[in-house]
Structure formats: C-alpha cells, structure tokens
C-alpha cells in the first residue's frame, strides 16, 4: 500500500505561483507514471499532468500547458507541481496520484493510489 503526502498549496492571487510537493510514505515511487490531478468544487477529478518515471518525459492538460510544470527528485524521491500564471479557474483540490493501472492517464480510474490532497485556492 503506497500513501502519498502532498504539500504546497495555498490561497494566492491571479498571476501567483505555488510549488505543490508529493512524497511516498514508506515507500518509493514506482511503475511507470505519477501523475497530479484536481478536483473543482462540485466537478470531477481531472488530470493535469504526468510524468514517465523512467524518462521524465511529462504531458499535460491542454488547460495548463505552457504554465504548470511537472518534475520528479528521485534523489528526494518527491513529485513537484510548479504552478505558475495562476487563474481563478485553477481552483481546486490537488491529488497527487501513483500506481497507475494502464489507460489514459488523465482518467482518475486509471490510477490505484492517492493523496489526501492540498487546497489551491486563486482570487481574481
């Protein structure tokens, strides 16, 4: 069982930046992909961006494509989410997200493991 421990978010205004962190308790990152969603109040869960472990090659959510970037430590073994260019859209609770079970990675029932969350919250 891999439990995952996010950090970092926070209330900022539009055009601020947060750096969310993910790290594995008790365990390292493994398998091929983690990846960070969110969930807007009252939407579903939805990717934003993953990573390929072995070649940290990311993809992204075309909403945030050019403005969040993904990148792994495996030295500290931590998943980051830097956010940059923030928008009042990107509220949301942040999932980091790991043992993912084949699939598209955006869909959140591609993935077996998940973080209790960090709240990101943007004022216009």
């Known amino acids: 069982q891999v439990q995952l421990v996010e950090s970092g978010g926070g209330s900022v205004q539009a055009g601020g930046s947060l750096r969310l962190s993910c790290i594995p308790s008790?365990?390292?990152?493994?398998?091929?992909?983690v990846a960070w969603f969110r969930q807007p109040p009252g939407k579903e869960r939805e990717g934003v961006a993953s990573i390929y472990i072995r070649t940290g090659v990311p993809d992204y959510a075309d909403s945030v494509k050019g403005r969040f970037v993904i990148s792994q430590d495996k030295v500290e073994d931590t998943l980051y989410l830097q956010m940059n260019s923030l928008k009042p859209e990107d509220t949301a609770m942040y999932y980091c997200?790991?043992?993912?079970?084949?699939?598209?990675?955006?869909?959140?029932?591609?993935?077996?493991?998940w973080g209790q969350g960090t709240q990101v919250t943007v004022s216009s």
């Open positions: 008790g365990h390292t990152f493994a398998g091929v992909y």
């Open positions: 997200a790991a043992g993912w079970r084949g699939g598209s990675w955006y869909n959140h029932n591609s993935w077996d493991y």
